[in-house]
C-alpha cells in the first residue's frame, strides 16, 4: 500500500528529525576533547589532590585528556567567575565549595550568581572539622568550652583561615547556638593558625583532622568536638557538636563539580555519571578515604538542593552575627 504523497514527506521528516535528534545528543559529549577542571586553591592541598586523583580515574574511564588548573584567589571566587562565564560544552568544570557557593555571595555583591551561573553535577566529597584547644587550657569538653566562654565573655579567641572560610562559618554558628560571644582571629592560612594555637596565643581553632592529628596525639591539643553530623572515621570516640547539646549543627567543608550554567542537560547529566562512576569505585573511595575525605556522590538535583540549604544556611548566620568583610 502506497502512502499519500504528503504522508509519505511527513514520515520521512519525522525520522530525518529523529535521526538527527540522536546524532545531536551523541555529538553533545565533548568527546576527543581535553577536559579542563578548575581548582580555586593553590596545588597541593585537600581539594587539589583529590581532584587530582578522580581526574586521572576520568581520563582513563573517557579515554580522554582530563586535567586541572589552579586559579586561586579571592577564597576560590576568582575560579567560579572564570567558569560561570566560559564556554557551556562541557569541556570546562569547576571545583565548587561552601566558600563561593554559599557564603560569599551573602558577603560581598558578584558580578554573578553562583546557584544560577553555575549548574551542578554532583557532590565530591566532604569532611567535618575538628574543634580543638591547647592542652593548657585545661578542658576536655565542650561543656567545659562553653561555660569557661560563657564565664569570660569576648576574652576567648578562634582562629579560622580566613572570613567566610568553614573554620569562621563553624565558629559563628556555633556562637549563634551556643550563646557564647567568642572573638574571631583569621589567619592567612592553616599553618599560622595552628602555630598560635599551640603557643596559646588563641583558645580554639576549627582545624581539618589531618592538621591536628599529630598534635592530636601528642597531647598538645585537646580535640573536644567535630562539626559534622557524623563522627568521621579515625575520630570515632569524638562526640559530634550536634550531640553534645546542638541538635543538627552542622559546618562542614564540602567539595562539589559544576559546570557553565547554561551547560545542556544531557552533557550534566553524562557528567554525573562519570564523576558517580570515579567516585564509587573501590580504589578511588578507599584513596580519599585515606586523605580523610569522605566521597558523597549525589544526583544533580540533590547537589542543587543541598547547595540551596546551604546558601539559606549561612546567609541567616551572616546577617544574625553581622559577618562583615574587613
Known sequence: ?????????????????????????????????????????????????????????????????????????????????????????????????????????????????????LAPITMGVSFANVLVVPASLNITTLAEFVALAKKNPGKLAYASTGIGSSAHLAGELFGQRAGVDLVHVPYKGGSAAMIDLLGSRIEAYYSTPSSAAAHIQSKKLIAIATTGLTRPEGLASLPTIAESGYPDFNATNWYAYVAPGKTPTAILDRWNTEFVKVLTTPSVRDALLAMGLIPDPMTRQGLADYMAKESATWKSVIQERNIKIE
Open 1 to 117: 500500500m502506497k502512502l499519500p504523497l504528503v504522508t509519505s514527506f511527513v514520515v520521512s521528516c519525522l525520522v530525518f528529525v529523529a535521526s538527527h535528534s540522536r546524532l545531536v545528543v551523541a555529538q553533545e559529549f565533548p568527546k576527543d576533547q581535553t577536559i579542563t577542571i578548575i581548582v580555586g586553591f593553590v596545588a597541593g592541598g585537600a581539594s587539589d589532590t583529590s581532584t587530582r586523583l578522580i581526574a586521572r580515574e576520568l581520563a582513563n574511564n573517557l579515554g580522554q585528556p582530563v586535567v586541572v588548573e589552579n586559579k586561586p584567589g579571592a577564597g576560590s571566587m576568582l575560579a567560579s567567575q572564570y567558569v560561570a562565564n566560559a564556554k557551556a560544552d562541557g569541556t570546562v568544570l569547576l571545583l565548587g565549595s561552601v566558600g563561593p557557593m554559599a557564603v560569599i555571595p551573602h558577603l560581598m555583591k558578584l558580578s554573578f550568581d553562583p546557584l544560577r551561573d
